[in-house]
C-alpha cells in the first residue's frame, strides 16, 4: 500500500507564489522517479515537472524558468516551487511516483490551485 499526501494548494493572485509538497509513505522501494502533473477543466492532464532519483528533471515548456522541483530523499517528500504564477496555471496537481521492480505509476489525491485577482 502506497499513500501519497500532498499540500500546498490553495488561492493566489497573479504574479504570487506557492509550494506545494508530497509526501511518500507505505511501502515505498526502488522510486525512478517523482513528479508533479495537473489537470485544468477542459485539458488533458500534463506533466509539469518530473525529478529522477539520480536528480534529473524536465519541465513543460509553460513553467520553465518559473516552477522548480526538488526532493528529499530522506523524507520520500517531491515539492513543486511554483513562482510567478498566471492564471493558465489553475488546476488540480497531482503528485505522482514511478516506481518498483517493474515501475509502475502511483498518485496522489491532487491540490487545487487557483490563480486569480
Known amino acids: 500500500q502506497v499513500q501519497l499526501v500532498e499540500s500546498g494548494g490553495g488561492l493566489v493572485q497573479p504574479g504570487g507564489s506557492l509550494r506545494l509538497s508530497c509526501a511518500a509513505s507505505?511501502?515505498?522501494?526502488?522510486?525512478?522517479?517523482m513528479g508533479w502533473y495537473r489537470k485544468a477543466p477542459g485539458k488533458e492532464r500534463e506533466l509539469v515537472a518530473r525529478?529522477?532519483?539520480?536528480?534529473?528533471?524536465n519541465y513543460a515548456d509553460s513553467v520553465k524558468g518559473r516552477f522548480t522541483i526538488s526532493r528529499d530523499n530522506a523524507k520520500n517528500t517531491v515539492y513543486l516551487q511554483m513562482n510567478s504564477l498566471k492564471p493558465d496555471d489553475t488546476a488540480v496537481y497531482y503528485c505522482?511516483?514511478?516506481?518498483?521492480?517493474?515501475?509502475?505509476?502511483?498518485w496522489g489525491q491532487g491540490t487545487q490551485v487557483t490563480v486569480s485577482s
Open positions: 505522482n511516483i514511478f516506481m518498483g521492480v517493474v515501475p509502475i505509476d502511483y
Open positions: 507505505g511501502s515505498i522501494f526502488s522510486i525512478t522517479a
Open positions: 525529478i529522477t532519483s539520480a536528480g534529473l528533471t
